[in-house]
Each structure stands twice: as C-alpha cells, then as structure tokens.
C-alpha cells in the first residue's frame, strides 16, 4: 500500500521561502510522474507543479518562476521550493502521482502566507 507523507510547512511572510518534501513508501515511485498539488479554503485542488521520472519539469503559470520541483530516486523523495511567496500561495499542498490517485492521497502540508 502506497503512503505518501508531506512535511514542511508553516507559517511565512510574503516574499519568504519554504521548502516542502514527499516521502513515499509502499512502492518504488521513481518510475512514475509526480506532482505538487494544493487545496485553498473553498477551491478546487489544483496542479501546481510535476516531474517526469527523468526529472523533466512543468509548472502552472501563477508558480511558474517562484516554485521548483525536483526527485530524489533513490530516496523515493519529491521535494517542492517555494520562493517569493504570496497570500495567494496559501493552501493545504499534497503530492501524488501524475494522474493522482484518489486512495494515494495524504494528508498534506499546511502553507499559510502573511502579508
């Protein structure tokens, strides 16, 4: 069974930095898409940034050049920095793979922006 487990989150300022991380067990990933998602109060979860398992990246235009995706393979470790954060940034984020699966779903990491 395939757990994924989200950790650094927190409380920030805009413009500050925060570097969120997936642990995933239960199954080698490294050959799957990953992807950040992330879920603000009273929207829709959303895509927010993916890896190819050749480490190729792609980003939804509102992080495109604040955000960065990458993996660790051999740590089965999808990592998310978050630069030049806004309020707008604020949300629950959660990983998963590329399409996500609705029984791999965590239990995500808090993000909250002040401004």
């Known amino acids: 069974q395939v757990q994924l487990v989200e950790s650094g989150g927190g409380l920030v300022q805009a413009g500050g930095s925060l570097r969120l991380s997936c642990a995933a067990s239960?199954?080698?990933?490294?050959?799957?898409?990953m992807g950040w998602y992330r879920q603000a109060p009273g929207k829709q979860r959303e895509l927010v940034a993916g890896?190819?398992?050749?480490?190729?990246?792609n980003y939804a235009d509102s992080v495109k050049g604040r955000f960065t995706i990458s993996r660790d393979n051999t740590k089965n470790t999808v990592y998310l920095q978050m630069d030049s954060l806004k309020p707008d940034d604020t949300a629950v984020y959660y990983c998963?793979?590329?399409?996500?699966?609705?029984?791999?779903w965590g239990q995500g990491t808090q993000v909250t922006v002040s401004s």
């Open positions: 890896v190819t398992p050749g480490g190729a990246t």
């Open positions: 998963n793979v590329i399409p996500s699966k609705y029984d791999y």
């Open positions: 239960g199954s080698d990933l490294s050959f799957r898409a």
